[in-house]
């Protein structure tokens, strides 16, 4: 797990401003926290429906469910991250292409993540980052020259999702 690189190895680095996915594969979705309240499960609710369109809700099996709750969770971490160390969230990506889905969460803070170490699971609190280190494929910090603030992403495979589209349809013995 990184917290230096700014995008996860062979990734195509952070989508530029408007980019719309469609000559790549890749869907993306914004959501912008420009003065709302609520933020978190605002963005819960903006990742769940950006889930159904891409077909990962209502999911067909169990570790397909698990795989979308891991995605809404890492959400929630990162806007929750975003509203406690940075002043609230700015902005929320969600990008889908066909091997993994990554989470993006823009703030204006100045503080770099990391999971807390060593972690104590019997204690409250600061438990975010250590839970996005476990759920994803890869996660980081991108920071812009001259510009405030940063960009926490997060990674987290599509495997389930593309073997069940993949997977022949068998016929039941008879």
């Known amino acids: 797990m990184s917290t230096t690189r700014p995008c996860s190895p062979g990734d195509r680095g952070p989508e530029p401003s408007g980019a719309s996915g469609a000559s790549t594969g890749r869907e993306v979705r914004r959501l912008s926290f420009d003065g709302a309240s609520g933020v978190v499960p605002m963005a819960r609710d903006f990742a769940r429906q950006a889930l159904y369109a891409w077909g990962w809700l209502p999911a067909a099996t169990a570790d397909q469910r698990a795989a979308a709750e891991d995605v809404l969770l890492v959400v929630s971490e990162l806007v929750t991250n975003a509203c406690l160390h ?13 091997k993994v889905i990554r ?9 770099q993540p990391a999971p807390r170490t060593p972690h104590r699971a019997g204690r409250p609190g600061g438990h975010g980052m250590f839970i996005v280190q476990r759920l994803c494929l890869d996660w980081g910090v991108v920071r812009a020259p001259g510009v405030a603030g940063k960009t926490v992403w997060a990674e987290l495979g599509k495997s389930l999702f593309a073997e069940a589209e993949a997977a022949p349809t068998v016929a039941p013995w008879n």
């Open 86 to 98: 940075a002043e609230g969230p700015e902005e929320l990506l969600i990008g889908c292409d066909n």
């Open 103 to 111: 989470v993006e969460v823009s703030d204006r803070g100045t503080g």
